[in-house]
């Protein structure tokens, strides 16, 4: 017999918040959060590139000389892209397994330019850069596409 303090409960009821917890929103995403690091467990560190020289670097503003989180990685062919937060826009030839990658150039051509996104274009196999300029207070986005071949060359301009 059943104790008169708990209240009776309607299986059909029982059965719909079951079934809304399972197929709610918000019990997705705790599950993905959950299996979040099993994603990335097979993942192990294959080389580490350096966007930061002081000595190669031609560029004028002081916050591109400053290290800076990576925010885009892009690989064309045999060539890695590395653009970071402050915008400085690096590419390097990918290397053979140990012997390790280099660094071909900047894609920075004028030393005020912040590169701010970065596509590749498989269609003519070129690097479509999005930038702005200190001459017009960063207001306009200026897009430019180079060549892989020129990059290759170290001639990104």
Known sequence: MRSPSLPRRNPINVMRKI????TSFQANRSFTRSNAHEKFKGFELCAELDTHDPKASQLKLNFLKKRSKIMEITAAKDIIFALASSGVCV????GVKGRGNHRLCFLNVSPYEVVRSLFYNKANS???????????????LNCRSTPLEYIRRRDPG
Do not use: C, M, Q
Request: proline share 0%; net charge positive.
């Open 19 to 22: 079934a809304s917890r399972e």
């Open 91 to 94: 590419a390097y030839a990918r």
């Open 126 to 140: 070129s690097i479509i850069t999005v930038s702005v300029y200190k001459h017009d207070n960063f207001s306009s």
